[in-house]
């Protein structure tokens, strides 16, 4: 671990539509830090309809040393976006409810503990993939399970179960998709349910689709998954066997194109983004520093 930089100015970010609204987490800040009187920090909370251009100005602005998500993906994403291309690191205090980035980083999800990162973790650059114009910092995919997303938000649960009955639901409408990939240099057709832009090796379920994965690479991958199959899906969440090349394929590449003749549902870093047929993607290395 770092030692506390005495003259340390932390900015924390606070979303309070987060999922995790058991905790006052200004307060819970403001507590924390009493222990620590020569680390300086300010708070500011997300509104509801937050321009991206404007908070860039005012985080910028405060002249951080660190600025903090405190959020879920969706929070971590919006500051992401902010802090590309900057030296300043950010920090994460998990509190969504999937938090799919802070387990990918082994932030605990305890707020004290997560916080004790912010304070003595050091900083390592990450590569993100911009896709369709969006940056992922995450996960992206067309097919079932961006049509799983898209069902779960319209519905009332929420949670593992709300994620899994989503799943069900979707299960018996979904179909596959004939697709074109143009990927280092070669062209491949396939018949896929599902495929997979993977910046991250897991989803926030713990689903790892993605075992090839690292953040501090060259390279992203891209997961062709052929048939939904319940050994596949055991596999990802409970073992490190290897996928069965005849149900789901990977692929690392710098740059991708995808085609399909028909529109797929769409999702980036958990986020629906409708259907589209076509998708292009590209690694941006090193983009983000980021304290883990």
């Known amino acids: 671990m770092n030692s506390i930089t005495p003259e340390l100015k932390l900015l924390f970010v606070i ?8 905790v006052d987490f200004e307060a819970l800040i403001t507590e ?36 903090v998500a ?21 920090g994460i205090v998990p509190a969504g409810s999937a938090n799919g980035m802070a387990k990918e980083l082994r932030i605990p999800l305890d707020a004290h503990a ?26 992206s995919d067309i097919g079932f399970n961006a049509y799983v997303v898209k069902t779960f938000d319209a519905q009332g649960h929420r949670g593992m179960l709300g994620y899994i009955k989503a799943a069900w639901k979707v299960l018996w409408r979904h179909s596959r998709m ?44 891209v997961v062709i998954v052929r048939k939904i199959s319940l050994l596949e899906i055991f596999k990802m969440a409970f073992t490190r066997r290897p996928f069965n090349p005849r149900k789901t394929e990977l692929f690392q590449t710098r740059s991708l194109l995808i085609r399909s003749r028909h529109k797929a549902h769409f999702q980036v870093d958990g ?16 983009a983000l520093s980021i304290i883990y």
């Open 114 to 139: 997560a916080l004790k990162v912010v304070l003595e973790g050091s900083p390592h650059r990450i590569h993100l993939v911009r896709i369709n114009g969006e940056l992922c910092i995450h996960l």
């Open 15 to 22: 979303n309070p539509g987060s999922g995790n609204h058991a």
């Open 178 to 221: 004939k697709a074109v990939f143009s990927i280092n240099n070669r062209t491949v057709e396939r018949k896929a349910v599902m495929i997979v832009v993977a910046n991250a090796t897991s989803y926030g379920t713990g689903i790892r689709i993605n075992p090839e994965g690292r953040l501090d690479d060259d390279l992203f991958e």
């Open 32 to 67: 924390f830090f009493n222990a620590y009187p020569a680390i300086r920090t300010e708070q500011h909370l997300l509104g509801d309809h937050t321009d991206c251009h404007v908070l860039k100005q005012t985080l910028l602005a405060a002249r951080p040393d660190r600025i």
């Open 70 to 90: 405190v959020g879920g993906d969706g929070t971590i994403k919006l500051l992401a976006e902010i802090l590309t291309g900057t030296d300043i690191p950010l």
């Open 271 to 286: 986020e629906y983004r409708g259907k589209v047929n076509e998708l292009r993607a590209e690694l941006l290395p090193a």
